[in-house]
């Protein structure tokens, strides 16, 4: 049975993209990512493609394509679109997947529905990203605790960069989250790094 999941993360800028890269290169696996919102020019789904090495990916086309930088739903009614989730349907494949979000759970794509509610629609395993900052234990804890709400199941936990163990032992103390790697800070995000991260590190998957 292939194995899809979900990449999201407590907010936004924390790697989630080069996480999802690695995940993908690791598994071999197919990648989408549903919403791009902005930099339509140097895409999510571009950066993954230049960063693995297999030759098994297939990266799929985004269901919205947003000209402008911003929050989706901002993004949409500045391009005159009006994101549908009944319109993003999960690709069809029969290998393993990484759909990976736009931002945090609660990311809004239109005036009623969240990432979260894409996520739920989808019904995919989520991984969550998370990473050591200031705040960041707030933030993951009210992720995990969004994600379960909803009976969103989750798969673990991916904390990226510079390693705090005070900070990640009470994440996984008080949640019981599974751990699936560390992947740490890295100076260039490149196929060189993608691939000795996705053969290097150990994952708990």
């Known amino acids: 049975m292939s194995q899809q999941y979900f990449v999201t993360g407590i907010g936004t800028e924390i790697g989630k993209t ?4 690695v995940l993908t290169e690791h598994l071999q696996a197919d ?6 919102s902005g930099d339509l020019h140097h895409t999510d789904s571009m950066k993954v493609a230049s960063f693995i090495s297999n030759t098994k990916t297939q990266i799929f086309q985004e269901a919205y394509r947003l000209q402008q930088p911003f929050s ?25 997947l ?8 609660m990311v809004p794509l239109n005036g009623k529905d ?7 629609k989808l019904g995919l395993e989520v991984i969550l990203v998370s990473k050591n ?7 993951t804890l009210l992720s995990i605790e969004a994600l379960r709400n909803r009976g ?10 510079d390693r705090n163990e005070s900070t990640e032992s009470i994440i996984l103390s008080r949640t019981q989250i599974h751990l699936i790697a560390n992947i740490p800070t890295v100076q260039k995000a490149d196929t ?10 150990k994952f708990n998957l």
Request: aromatic letters at 6%; glycine letters at 10%.
């Open 152 to 161: 969103i199941p989750i798969k673990g936990i991916i904390f990226n960069g």
């Open 133 to 139: 900052y200031l705040g960041s234990i707030n933030h």
């Open 98 to 105: 990484i759909v990976e979000g736009a931002g945090g759970l």
């Open 114 to 120: 969240l990432i979260i509610d894409l996520i739920k």
């Open 192 to 201: 060189a790094t993608v691939k000795h991260l996705a053969e290097s590190l």
């Open 31 to 36: 990648y989408w990512k549903p919403i791009q």
């Open 18 to 21: 080069l996480c999802a890269a």
């Open 72 to 96: 989706p739903h901002h993004s949409a009614n500045l391009d005159g679109v009006h994101i549908d989730l009944d319109k993003i349907q999960l690709p069809q494949t029969k290998k393993n």
